[in-house]
């Protein structure tokens, strides 16, 4: 968070957290999974790891070839490309760690890089933020470098994720497992 210079943007992405869990009926971010089916690392640890690996790759972009990413779109669409993760793994996890989701959010039906982008829309994240963090799963056709950039690091982490976890690519997870 600390990354992000403008004030506003840095609340936006921390409203848009907080109605997620509210909404969500989550009572500790925590509780959230990575995956639907893995939830030996959070979501918190995921979306950290994608935020550092975004965040790298846009300096190294910039030092090595005089890109000029937007390091506040970065940070803060990489901070919120998995809160739709809050509305649609409700019914994945034990009971115990939800108070009441609110059916209006809750749900599986829509993928969470979607919900996640109407939660980014709703408090009134900058478009550049919005376009990008459902951009991974190619659903908005705007490329831009940020998008990209954050694109990859998912990629990256996700990999990693589900190799040491299940020992299978996130290729080979979104080919077996996959909801959308």
């Known amino acids: ?14 409203e848009a957290w907080v109605l997620a869990l509210e ?5 500790d971010i925590e509780d959230v ?3 639907w089916n893995i939830h030996e690392v959070s979501n918190v640890e995921h979306v950290r790891g994608v935020t550092r690996i975004a965040l ?8 090595f070839h005089g890109a000029d990413p937007d390091i506040d779109t970065i940070v803060a669409a990489a901070l919120l490309h998995d809160v739709g993760k809050c509305y649609e793994y409700v019914d994945h996890v034990d009971d115990e760690v939800l108070d009441d989701p ?32 459902p951009h991974f799963l190619g659903e ?9 950039l954050l694109k990859s690091a998912n990629s990256a982490s ?4 589900t190799q040491a976890a299940m020992g299978i690519t996130l290729d080979e997870w979104v080919e077996q497992y996959s909801q959308t």
Do not use: F
């Not at 968070?1 to 921390?14: A, G, H, K, N």
């Not at 790298?56 to 030092?63: I, K, L, S, V």
């Not at 996700?158 to 994720?161: L, M, P, Q, R």
């Open 33 to 35: 999974p990575y995956a």
């Open 23 to 27: 909404r969500g009926g989550w009572r």
């Open 102 to 133: 609110d059916g209006t959010y809750a749900s599986e039906e829509v993928p969470h890089s979607l919900s996640g982008y109407a939660l980014a829309h709703e408090v009134g994240c900058p478009l550049s933020v919005q376009r990008a963090i």
């Open 1 to 14: 968070m600390d990354e992000i210079d403008s004030d506003s943007l840095r609340e936006q992405v921390i």
């Open 140 to 148: 908005v056709p705007k490329r831009t470098l940020e998008a990209e």
């Open 56 to 63: 790298d790759a846009a300096r190294q972009q910039r030092d």
């Open 158 to 161: 996700s990999n990693a994720i």
